[in-house]
């Protein structure tokens, strides 16, 4: 495996980039004590929205004075990754919050990938029937 995605930390007020690494679903490369030590370092678990991961060959997206982690990944977890990152229309995840009532599946993905296309949190509830404070968790 090489170097095939980027952790970073999405800067205060800068446009969503990349997928926040929860959305992407459990990486064979979060276990590692290299990902473990760069989270405590920057005070923050691998939960949090400002987590982010992006394909290596988005890499020039990354804002140049946010430090960055490359991390390996197989070849599902880079598909994942990809799918994860490419545009989503609001209205396909608003369907999705939608059918979220009829499943209990990686809601936490599903509501990070909300949050990702710019769906406020009070219509992520409205949609989806959970508490408010659930929702809230996430984006901190």
């Known amino acids: 495996m090489a170097d095939d995605a980027y952790l ?4 205060p007020r800068h446009p969503r980039i990349g997928a926040a690494l929860a959305a992407v679903g459990e990486l064979e490369c979060s276990g590692t004590p290299a990902v473990h030590g760069w989270l405590q370092a920057h005070g923050v678990s691998a939960s949090s929205e400002e987590v982010r991961i992006l394909p290596a060959e988005a890499e020039v997206f990354i804002p140049q004075d946010v430090e960055r982690l490359p991390v390996p990944l197989s070849e599902e ?6 799918q994860e990152c490419a545009p989503q ?8 919050l939608l059918e979220f ?3 209990t599946r990686e809601w936490e993905a599903l509501v990070h990938r909300a949050l990702t296309v710019g769906i406020p949190a009070q219509r992520i509830a409205q949609l989806t029937g959970l508490d408010p404070q ?4 996430l984006t901190v």
Do not use: G, K, Y
């Open 8 to 11: 970073f930390l999405l800067p």
């Open 134 to 137: 659930d929702i809230a968790r």
């Open 89 to 96: 229309s609001v209205t396909d995840v608003e369907h999705e």
């Open 101 to 103: 009532r009829d499943t």
């Open 77 to 82: 977890e880079t598909l994942r990754v990809q």
